[in-house]
């Protein structure tokens, strides 16, 4: 008999994430220890083919960890945050995807390497396939080791597969100055008129109203097909070190990129 099983459902109540909670950071409590590479797969299949992709789950508690895994649509919110949901939204691709099992066990220190399938039907119209690969714990989450929550921890693998050369189609329009992390800081809104999520990549030159230089990088924020996002530009600087403060107006130059899309940026950023 085949491994495989179809990632079906069950009821379960939605969560609410923020989308830099799932880039790959563990996910630790007693009963729940773990950490999950990668955070996201960004994957290229055209109709008619079987993709099979594997996640790594490492387990870091002591003892052995019990995880279920299963599938869920998502939602993201104009907050930035995701909600995810166990029923089937309009257009899930989640009967697509097949899973390699609904639970396993992972010994202390050790890594599991999880396989899933994504068969995408023939003659399916360009587009993306967006679906969540939801690993949670199946112990309750503990406090001090005998006080249990009715809770578990779980994250949140996020797949976009882009079917029949699905692609986004960018623009970018400023949008001013707005708070962020308690600084002011310029911000783009990217409309996205194609057939796939994009996100903007690269660094832009800026001069600020004493003179100084420095580079600018857009926050790791998807643009999911017909949606617009507002989009920090945020000043790079090395791990561990405190962000610059902004003297406005900023002038800031260069060239964003989005797959095969270059976007030009020249522009005075006032609050």
């Known amino acids: 008999m085949s491994p495989w099983l179809p990632a079906g459902l069950r009821p ?6 923020s989308l830099a909670s799932l880039a790959g950071a563990p996910a630790a409590a007693q009963g729940f220890s773990a950490y999950v590479t990668p955070p996201r797969f960004e994957l290229q299949i055209q109709p008619g083919q079987r993709l099979r992709e594997v996640v790594e789950i490492q387990h870091a508690g002591n003892r052995t960890g019990r995880f279920r895994i299963h599938t869920a649509d998502w939602t993201f919110l104009p907050d930035n945050s995701v909600m995810f949901n166990d029923s089937l939204l309009p257009g899930s691709c989640r009967p697509w995807v097949a899973i390699e ?6 010994e202390p220190g050790a890594r599991f390497r999880y396989r899933f399938e994504i068969e995408v039907p023939p003659d399916t119209p360009p587009g993306e396939c967006r679906f969540a690969l939801m690993i ?4 309750p989450a503990r406090l001090d080791g005998t006080l249990n929550f009715p809770v578990s921890g779980r994250i949140g693998v996020i797949v976009y597969a882009a079917v029949g050369g699905a692609k986004p189609r960018l623009s970018l329009t400023p949008a001013g100055v707005r708070p962020f992390n308690g600084q002011p800081v310029p911000v783009i809104t990217v409309r996205n008129d ?4 994009g996100r903007l990549l690269g660094f832009l030159d800026a001069r600020d109203a004493s003179g100084r230089r420095f580079e600018l990088a857009p926050a790791d924020i998807p643009v999911l097909p017909g949606d617009s996002r507002t989009v920090p530009l945020l000043p790079v600087v090395e791990e561990g070190a405190t962000p610059p403060a902004l003297t406005y107006p900023l002038q800031v130059t260069g060239q964003l990129e989005s797959g095969t899309e270059r976007l030009r940026v020249d522009q005075r950023f006032a609050p």
């Open 12 to 17: 379960l109540s939605c969560l609410l994430l």
């Open 101 to 106: 099992r609904r639970e396993i066990s992972v």
């Open 136 to 139: 949670e714990g199946i112990e």
């Open 194 to 197: 194609g057939a796939a999520h």
